[in-house]
């Protein structure tokens, strides 16, 4: 492994692209011939005002949006987002529909109701401890909006095919699975996803927002608390996170011109997560925690015989340059997050070190 690098499984912040770690060292301290690091240049120089406006025309590019949506870069991470949504776009006296499959969701939820807003779970996995994604969902057609979570970490599920609603548009919290696959903008109103798991590093969430959904928002919310605050002045209200979104830049420019988009990054997941599957269904040691028509391509969550053995697991992989394969403190067990960066050769090591770990404990 270059530069003695592991095997990074984490959970996010996440592996990211060895070209993009790369091209930012050999930059560092003079972006652009600026004589200035990427880190010092001001937000409203030529400098930066070209990387911004790549990362917006790569992002509309990649997922093929439409002139009616705006791409936008926020502070406070998705957690933000579970209370400006309904801020915004949940208006006194309608109510929206949640589908609750996990920590995230729940979360997103709980911050509605503190707004006190009205809120209907059309739809909860709890009764399965969030082991499945829910079908059949009767949406009511008078719902203000539709939130889902598309993939949970914590408990290795994602949505393999989106909901239909008939209209209603459906925010989205994509953090963990954003730009790993294709799909239709259309129907969402809000997508949005921290970057710290696909896109970039933590400190910045990108969200797209449909033209429709800005005039939704009162013109009583602090200033920046507001869509529209950040969609008129381009991200940059105030000065924006930087370096973030710089890397976010290079991340889409990998995707778009090395991987070759998202069709061709799709290909590589399912390979990813068709190889660690695979072997984890034959082997009867290693446990998945997800139901199978709702398993996680990013985040791949199993268990052992015994917690004891995870705990030896956790730590032999450790020491074999595997890192991030502890499951989250909420849950136990263990769990292989293989997003965008983390490559196939990567999900073969593993793969690799676990055979030979149940041989020696099996």
């Known amino acids: 492994m270059?530069?003695?690098r592991i095997y990074n499984f984490n959970a996010g912040p996440a592996a990211l692209p060895l070209p993009v770690l790369e091209e930012i060292q050999e930059g560092f301290l003079n972006f652009a011939g600026s004589g200035m690091s990427i880190t010092e240049i001001s937000h409203r120089s030529k400098w930066f005002d070209a990387v911004i406006e790549d990362a917006i025309a790569r992002t509309r590019r990649v997922l093929k949006l439409d002139d009616?949506?705006?791409?936008l870069f926020l502070q406070g991470g998705a957690s933000m987002q579970?209370?400006?949504?309904?801020?915004?776009?949940?208006?006194?006296?309608?109510?929206?529909?949640?589908?609750?499959?996990?920590?995230?969701?729940?979360?997103?939820?709980?911050?509605?109701?503190?707004?006190e807003k009205t809120v209907n779970v059309a739809a909860s996995s709890e009764d399965r401890d969030f082991a499945y994604i829910p079908k059949n969902i009767p949406f009511n057609q008078d719902a203000a909006y539709v939130h889902i979570t598309s993939n949970n970490t914590i408990k290795g599920t994602q949505w393999a095919e989106f909901p239909e609603t008939r209209g209603v548009p459906i925010m989205a919290d994509m953090?963990?699975?954003?730009?790993?696959?294709?799909?239709?903008?259309?129907?969402?109103?809000?997508?949005?996803?921290?970057?710290?798991?696909?896109?970039?590093?933590?400190?910045?969430?990108?969200?797209?927002?449909?033209?429709?959904?800005?005039?939704?928002?009162?013109?009583?919310?602090?200033?920046?608390l507001k869509y529209t605050t950040h969609s008129e002045k381009n991200s940059m209200f105030n000065t924006p996170p930087c370096f973030a979104i710089y890397m976010v830049q290079l991340v889409m420019k990998w995707l778009e011109e090395t991987v070759g988009g998202l069709e061709k990054m799709a290909a590589v997941n399912e390979k990813k997560a068709g190889t660690l599957y695979g072997y984890m269904d034959k082997s009867g040691f290693y446990r998945g925690t997800a139901d199978v028509d709702s398993r996680?391509?990013?985040?791949?969550?199993?268990?052992?015989?015994?917690?004891?053995?995870?705990?030896?697991?956790?730590?032999?992989?450790?020491?074999?340059?595997?890192?991030?394969?502890?499951?989250?403190?909420?849950?136990?067990?263990?769990?292989?997050?293989?997003?965008?960066?983390?490559?196939?050769?990567?999900?073969?090591?593993?793969?690799?070190?676990?055979?030979?770990?149940?041989?020696?404990?099996?």
């Open 68 to 71: 009616r949506f705006h791409v």
């Open 175 to 224: 953090s963990s699975d954003f730009m790993s696959r294709s799909f239709d903008p259309n129907p969402f109103g809000v997508i949005y996803a921290g970057a710290q798991k696909n896109i970039g590093p933590a400190g910045v969430c990108m969200v797209i927002i449909r033209e429709d959904m800005l005039a939704r928002v009162p013109p009583n919310l602090p200033t920046m």
């Open 296 to 362: 996680s391509r990013m985040n791949v969550t199993f268990r052992l015989p015994s917690e004891a053995l995870e705990q030896k697991f956790i730590q032999e992989a450790t020491l074999e340059g595997f890192g991030g394969l502890k499951g989250h403190r909420s849950v136990g067990g263990c769990r292989a997050s293989i997003y965008n960066a983390t490559g196939i050769e990567a999900v073969e090591a593993l793969v690799d070190f676990m055979k030979t770990f149940e041989k020696k404990n099996g």
């Open 82 to 115: 579970f209370c400006m949504i309904p801020m915004n776009l949940l208006p006194d006296g309608r109510s929206a529909d949640y589908v609750n499959t996990g920590t995230w969701s729940t979360k997103a939820i709980k911050e509605a109701k503190i707004l």
């Open 2 to 4: 270059k530069e003695n």
